[in-house]
């Protein structure tokens, strides 16, 4: 197909593939004139991955790139990208942050987080960037006077477990290494999407059930009706 | 204390915090001069309370003021401050987006997150903006070619009903209002923070148990050490 087509079916402008061709997301079509190239179901399919990655997951052009490089190399095994695309997720605009990392504050809750993750047991390189991650949740809710909630490790980590044994399981149970690594990067970062909107929504079910708010319709002073927004 | 103090125990720089004053994030100080004022413990909470949302959380400016008004109204429940905090992490840079909403095929799949919801027999206002996100994850998924993620919507709200039951009670538990709200802020946006970053950790203990990296150093690789950075 003409990249015209390709933009029609992948909702992505012109300008924008030919950015994402420039910036090697996107491998070259097949050339078949001057200033003509042709497009096949593959640059279809990852234009919608990267469509995914930065639009849905919010990831930069730099750390989408990072994510399909591991894809394309072929010793990578799904480990190694579930690395690749943990690190990109973890650069995300909007992630944790704020506090300087490495002085002495942060050092001390760096080795809290490895602490608490070890007594879980769980079998985690000491230099996960999600360890940094957590360092900064947890200085966070200590600067906001609720290090309390830190305590919860343990609950949030047994409701995590079943939510990652099969979503890893989904990844590797495909054949071929290509949909098994599409699976790993777009399931961690819509995983986390998903998991987020449906606590959102539990949240809202939990406080209009026990606030007295029985029925839905009586449920529906949470949010601003149409009218009102 | 002076604006200098308030600085240095907040971690706030002095220009940031005349700007949140300016914005009326924060409430005036008390005028002690031509020039001058001082502010008291509920400033140095209230500045940490921002910051949390605005560097942890990744809320705008705008956003944060808007939580923080729901915060300020005698008559918002935690019902609605909930609410309004959702409304706020909805909009943040990263959430997902990507497909212009109210098309005919966004539409479909926004009636298609109502049913799956109904279907869960939850109370949640049809208007609520955690459905549009819903709808924003169901239509990523099937663009990328994973539409059978979103098959796991059950799985994934068994999971996060007993979380929300808990972060709700710890919010609702507080006697003073002021207190429950700021845990129902701090909560909404730190608890999936907290609540993401485990489920990393889940995927790499997942990963390194089931792809053979039973001890921890063999776990290594999935991160790259600081000698390769």
Redesign the interface.
């Given at each position: 197909m003409r990249i015209a087509e390709l933009s029609a079916r992948s909702?992505v402008t012109v300008p924008t593939i030919k950015y994402y061709l420039r910036e090697r997301l996107l491998p070259p079509g097949e050339v078949t004139g001057r200033n003509q190239a042709v497009y096949d179901h593959r640059h279809l399919?990852r234009l919608?991955?990267i469509?995914?990655l930065?639009?849905?997951?919010?990831l930069s052009v730099a750390a989408t790139g990072e994510v399909l490089a591991a894809l394309d190399d072929p010793d990578h095994?799904?480990?190694?990208l579930?690395?690749a695309t943990?690190?990109a997720?973890?650069r995300?605009?909007?992630?944790?942050?704020?506090?300087p990392r490495r002085d002495p504050e942060w050092e001390q809750a760096r080795a809290e987080a490895a602490e608490r993750?070890r007594q879980l047991g769980?079998?985690?390189?000491?230099?996960?960037?999600?360890?940094d991650?957590?360092a900064?949740?947890i200085l966070?809710?200590r600067?906001?006077?609720?290090p309390e909630?830190?305590d919860?490790?343990p609950?949030?980590?047994e409701?995590?477990?079943?939510?990652?044994?099969?979503?890893?399981a989904?990844a590797?149970a495909a054949d071929d290494p290509a949909v098994m690594m599409?699976?790993v990067a777009?399931?961690?970062v819509?995983?986390?999407?998903?998991?987020?909107?449906?606590?959102?929504?539990?949240?809202?079910?939990?406080?209009?059930?026990?606030?007295g708010?029985?029925?839905?319709d009586q449920?529906?002073?949470?949010?601003?009706?149409?009218q009102e927004e």
């Open positions: 909702g399919q919608r991955l469509r995914a930065r639009e849905v997951g919010g095994t799904s480990h190694h579930m690395g943990h690190r997720v973890l995300r605009p909007g992630s944790p942050g704020g506090h993750v769980w079998l985690v390189d000491p230099q996960a960037p999600a360890l991650q957590l900064d949740v966070a809710l600067r906001i006077g609720h909630i830190a919860r490790l609950d949030y980590a409701t995590a477990l079943p939510v990652a044994q099969w979503e890893v989904y590797t599409a699976r777009a399931g961690t819509l995983g986390e999407a998903l998991l987020a909107t449906v606590r959102l929504l539990a949240h809202e079910h939990v406080s209009a059930t026990e606030t708010h029985e029925r839905p449920a529906r002073p949470m949010s601003p009706t149409p």
